[in-house]
């Protein structure tokens, strides 16, 4: 799914004036702010409630890919 989400939200010789395809299907502008390294290592925050003293604050994961909605992370 990252080999298409990517490529749909950057600019194509395909597609004149310099819009992607993201922009042309739904338009408005993408946003980057959410890209993360295919493969990196992200931490995800364990909610108070459900820790203990001496718990680890933040959980492993590694980022496979992403959805529409949401990352694609697993637990390492």
């Given at each position: 799914?990252?080999?298409?989400?990517?490529?749909?939200?950057?600019?194509?010789?395909?597609?004149?004036?310099?819009?992607?395809?993201?922009?042309?299907?739904?338009?408005?502008?993408?946003?980057?702010?959410?890209?993360?390294v295919?493969?990196?290592?992200?931490?995800?925050?364990?909610?108070?409630?459900?820790?203990?003293?001496?718990?680890?604050?933040?959980?492993?994961?590694?980022?496979?890919?992403?959805?529409?909605?949401?990352?694609?992370?697993?637990?390492?």
């Amino acid at each position: 799914m990252t080999a298409i989400y990517v490529p749909n939200r950057l600019p194509t010789r395909a597609i004149w004036d310099g819009f992607t395809p993201y922009e042309l299907w739904h338009q408005k502008k993408p946003t980057y702010n959410h890209l993360c390294v295919w493969g990196c290592i992200p931490y995800a925050q364990v909610p108070k409630e459900t820790c203990k003293k001496i718990d680890k604050v933040a959980q492993k994961y590694m980022l496979i890919g992403y959805t529409e909605t949401l990352k694609s992370i697993s637990p390492v």
